[in-house]
């Protein structure tokens, strides 16, 4: 098992969240105080499982929740660790890792994963509307076909009328409806 406790944070990682610029020797429980509550039991299991060999390498990501003149906030990080010292036995005694500061990265995914639902959701009503659109037009264009074939074999006046008739109403309801969709395409 491995003989400490402690992690040593590297002067550039304070240095981002706002401390002095030093070598911090923090201790693992203190390490896992800070991290988000939904992170806790999952990062505790990786690095148990590390100090007891389980594991010989683990790369997660979480959160850790850091205080800055009274202020919260959430910070993503990535951790790489490796077990690189064993003793005579193979029990881990050492690990050795990184922190990366990944905070804008997962801004950037959640921008990206936004942008793609917007852009599927768009598709969706994109599609949708022409469906719609489509039965539309062919409701009035489906009278005015099916009416002029049937004025060209009717011989009896008053059908011939009825027949031009329903024909002009529907010409006027699908030029209205070309019309409105031009005019939603503006």
């Known amino acids: 098992m491995l003989q400490?406790?402690?992690?040593?944070?590297?002067m550039n990682f304070t240095k981002e969240k706002g401390s002095t610029p030093q070598a911090h020797?923090?201790?693992?429980?203190?390490?896992?105080q800070k991290m988000h509550p939904e992170d806790v039991e999952r990062m505790q299991q990786i690095h148990k499982n590390l100090a007891s060999g389980k594991l010989q390498h683990a790369k997660e990501e979480f959160r850790i929740i850091t205080e800055v003149e009274e202020r919260k906030f959430t910070d993503w990080l990535e951790t790489n660790a490796v077990v690189d010292q064993y003793d005579e036995q193979g029990n881990p005694i050492s690990l050795v890792g990184s922190l990366l500061l990944?905070?804008?990265r997962k801004r950037q995914e959640k921008a990206l994963v936004t942008a793609r639902e917007k852009a599927l959701e768009s598709e969706r009503l994109k599609s949708a509307f022409?469906?719609?659109m489509s039965h539309e037009i062919r409701t009035p264009l489906n009278a005015i076909i099916g009416f002029s074939s049937l004025l060209t074999t009717t011989?009896?006046?008053?059908e011939r009328e009825e027949f031009i008739s329903i024909?002009?109403?529907?010409?006027?309801?699908l030029l209205q409806l070309i019309s409105d969709i031009l005019d939603l395409s503006k």
């Not at 020797?25 to 896992?32: H, P, R, V």
């Not at 024909?167 to 309801?173: D, F, G, K, V």
């Open 102 to 104: 990944i905070t804008e």
């Open 155 to 158: 011989e009896d006046e008053h």
């Open 130 to 132: 022409l469906a719609n």
């Open 25 to 32: 020797i923090i201790k693992a429980s203190e390490y896992f």
């Open 167 to 173: 024909i002009e109403n529907n010409n006027q309801l």
């Open 4 to 10: 400490t406790s402690s992690i040593l944070a590297h």
